[in-house]
């Protein structure tokens, strides 16, 4: 597809069960980023990847979150132990060249913890 | 530590007036500069974008203003209509230093007919 694009939409997990949610980026483009909007919350950056460098993991709230970004192209992240303080609206976004330009968002999945 | 800032978390304007929405920032490294727009259930779209080297940048009803003296930008919308009605969030980067998109928490704007 042309956009970026995110699976699943929606996800309802029980506390303390892991989960993975996906991204695939815009074809060619090198940076990704994580953030995710909790309900009545602005935006809160998780990671970003650009390129080959080390990723800036400085957003990540707890050892619980991982992501990897599999050869350059679709990334994971890896919330382990979910808390309900997890559930919240994780966006995926994708730029050309990282913050030189307009980043595209996916639609989000939508985490809930029961 | 909060680097871009939009004070005001909501705005009410009529349609048919000038929608002014306000950001603030403290790095100074930051040169790059961007609003989107958010409905619900929706991720965030882009709408326009300033470098640091000009002080306006206009397209169609959108214009953004940036004061770097005063570390300010702002997103005037006119006139404004019902469907401009969302979350509008400014973000900005350093350019130099392919660094994130650093976001503002968002202010809701609500036209009215």
């Known amino acids: 597809g042309a956009g970026v694009s995110q699976s699943p939409s929606n996800k309802v997990t029980e506390k303390g069960k892991d989960v993975e949610l996906r991204c695939d980026p815009i074809s060619g483009h090198t940076a990704l980023y994580w953030y995710r909007q909790s309900l009545g919350q602005g935006l809160e950056f998780l990671i970003y990847?650009?390129?080959?460098?080390?990723?800036?993991k400085s957003g990540l709230p707890s050892d619980r979150f991982s992501a990897e970004r599999t050869g350059g192209s679709v990334s994971t992240l890896t919330i382990q132990r979910t808390q309900q303080e997890d559930s919240a609206v994780y966006l995926c976004?994708?730029?050309?060249?990282?913050?030189?330009?307009?980043?595209?968002f996916g639609q989000g999945t939508r985490l809930t913890v029961v | 530590d909060q680097q871009v800032k939009q004070n005001s978390p909501s705005l009410s304007v009529q349609e048919g007036r000038i929608s002014i929405l306000n950001c603030d920032y403290t790095?100074?490294?930051?040169?790059?500069f961007l609003w989107y727009k958010k409905y619900p259930a929706e991720g965030p779209t882009f709408l326009i974008s300033i470098s640091s080297i000009k002080d306006k940048n206009e397209d169609g009803r959108f214009t953004v203003f940036l004061n770097k003296s005063a570390k300010h930008l702002s997103l005037h919308i006119v006139p404004s209509q019902p469907g401009d009605s969302a979350v509008y969030f400014c973000?900005?980067?350093?350019?130099?230093?392919?660094?994130?998109?650093?976001f503002g928490t968002g202010t809701r704007l609500q036209v009215t007919l």
């Open positions: 973000a900005a980067s350093n350019t130099g230093t392919a660094s994130k998109l650093t």
């Open positions: 976004a994708s730029s050309f060249q990282g913050g030189n330009t307009e980043a595209f």
């Open positions: 790095n100074s490294m930051f040169d790059y």
């Open positions: 990847f650009q390129g080959n460098s080390a990723p800036d």
